[in-house]
Nanobody, 124 residues
Framework: QVQLVESGGGLVQAGGSLRLSCAAS????????AAWFRQAPGKEREFVAG???????YYADSVKGRFTISRDNAKNTVYLQMSSLKPEDTAVYYC??????????????????WGQGTQVTVSS
């Protein structure tokens, strides 16, 4: 059974930092595409950052220069380092992964596995 378990969310002041982790089990994240999405109340889930698994990373314009996606294949884990956090970054953050290396786009429908989400709240 495939599971993605996020951790590391919490409450932080504006300008602060958090690191989210996404641990995979029942599935080797290895060189597969993985991404972070987020969903704020009343809004659609949106792409935040992605890693192709072949060395390329992509970011939403709203987080470029502030967030970094990385992975540790030995730990079967993907990370999202978030810095210079803003109140508008407040959302539930979800980890997602592909079962195959082929990725059509950085959209929710492209991913096969999802975590349960972790809440990030940034106070002003």
């Amino acid at each position: 059974q495939v599971q993605l378990v996020e951790s590391g969310g919490g409450l932080v002041q504006a300008g602060g930092s958090l690191r989210l982790s996404c641990a995979a089990s029942g599935f080797t994240i290895g060189n597969m595409p993985a991404a972070w999405f987020r969903q704020a109340p009343g809004k659609e889930r949106e792409f935040v950052a992605g890693s192709t698994g072949r060395g390329s990373t992509y970011y939403a314009d709203s987080v470029k220069g502030r967030f970094t996606i990385s992975r540790d294949n030995a730990k079967n884990t993907v990370y999202l380092q978030m810095s210079s956090l803003k109140p508008e970054d407040t959302a539930v953050y979800y980890c997602a992964a592909k079962a195959t290396r082929v990725l059509a786009s950085w959209t929710t429908g492209s991913f096969d596995y999802w975590g349960q989400g972790t809440q990030v709240t940034v106070s002003s």
